[in-house]
Every structure is written in structure tokens, then in C-alpha cells.
């Protein structure tokens, strides 16, 4: 089992930035990829960013390149996601998964095992 904790979520004006961190405990030594998600109100659940863990490498949906920042601190076992440049857009429910195994299909929510228990983002306009 993987234990996934979010923090950092909260209310910021547009314009504004937060940092997500997703803290993971339990069984990570075959953790391969983390991601993160979320899900506004009414709408399904989307991908917005995932870095491999053994190499670094990173994908990122279309609507938060250039503004988002995955990055990963292998010694505190945590990933992070830097938000920048904010939009009303960007109010979700942002969640972190864990991957197991070796990486594939880094935006498909199902290929991930794991899930934290999500974080209220709101940015107000």
C-alpha cells in the first residue's frame, strides 16, 4: 500500500500562485510515476501534470504548460506541483496518484494505483 498526502491547496486571487506538495509513504520502492489531477465541480476528472520518478522526465496538459511545475524530492519522498500565473479556470479539487510498476500512459487516470484525498483550489476573479 501507498499512502498519498496533499497539502498547500487553498483560496488565491487570479494572477496568484500555490504550491501543492503530495507527501508518500508505505510501499513507494516500485512507485514509478506521480501525477497530479483534479476535478471541478460538474466536470470529469482531468490530468494536468505527471514526472517519472527515476529520470525526472515530465508531461503536462495543454491548459497549464508554461504556468504549472511538477517536481519531485526524492529524499522527502514528495511531489510537488507549482502554480503560477493562476486562473478562476484552475478551480478544481487537485488530487496526487501514485503509478507502480514502470511508467506508461501518464495522463490516464487509470494507469495510476494510488490516490491522495485531494485539496481545494479556488482562485477568485
Known amino acids: 500500500q501507498v499512502q498519498l498526502v496533499e497539502s498547500g491547496g487553498g483560496l488565491v486571487q487570479a494572477g496568484g500562485s500555490l504550491r501543492l506538495s503530495c507527501a508518500a509513504s508505505?510501499?513507494?520502492?516500485?512507485?514509478?510515476?506521480m501525477g497530479w489531477f483534479r476535478q471541478a465541480p460538474g466536470k470529469e476528472r482531468e490530468f494536468v501534470a505527471a514526472?517519472?520518478?527515476?529520470?525526472?522526465?515530465?508531461l503536462y496538459a495543454d491548459s497549464v504548460k508554461g504556468r504549472f511545475t511538477i517536481s519531485r524530492d526524492n529524499a522527502k519522498n514528495t511531489v510537488y506541483l507549482q502554480m503560477l500565473s493562476l486562473k478562476p479556470e484552475d478551480t478544481a479539487v487537485y488530487y496526487c496518484?501514485?503509478?507502480?510498476?514502470?511508467?506508461?500512459?501518464?495522463?490516464?487516470?487509470?494507469?495510476?494505483?494510488?490516490w491522495g484525498q485531494g485539496t481545494q483550489v479556488t482562485v477568485s476573479s
Open positions: 496518484a501514485a503509478q507502480m510498476g514502470r511508467p506508461r500512459g501518464l495522463g490516464w487516470s487509470n494507469e495510476y494505483a494510488y
Open positions: 508505505g510501499r513507494t520502492a516500485s512507485r514509478s510515476a
Open positions: 514526472i517519472v520518478w527515476s529520470d525526472g522526465s515530465t
